[in-house]
């Protein structure tokens, strides 16, 4: 799996990411294993957000334990004034 460095911060980060916004759509055993895999194929960066619904608990929950190798991308909203 090809890494790139992220930004100035000097992290690795693969050049693919796991966006997890469809893990709210999934039962808690098809998200461990989906969670998982990804982990196993070598991404370690995963795009998350508020508003993924329960995204953000179940990567919590299920890889945990192995998350000194996962970087979460959190997004957030801007709102600008008028």
């Not at 982990?39 to 508020?50: E, V």
């Amino acid at each position: 799996m090809n890494k790139r460095v992220f930004g100035q911060t000097g992290l690795e980060v693969t050049e693919l990411s796991y966006g997890a916004m469809e893990l709210r759509k999934v039962e808690e055993p098809q998200a461990d294993k989906l969670l998982n895999a990804v982990l196993d194929s070598g991404i370690n960066l995963i795009d998350t957000a508020p508003d993924y619904g329960t995204s953000e608990d179940l990567i919590g929950k299920f890889i945990s334990e192995r998350s000194e190798r996962v970087l979460p991308g959190e997004q957030m909203r801007v709102q600008r004034s008028a």
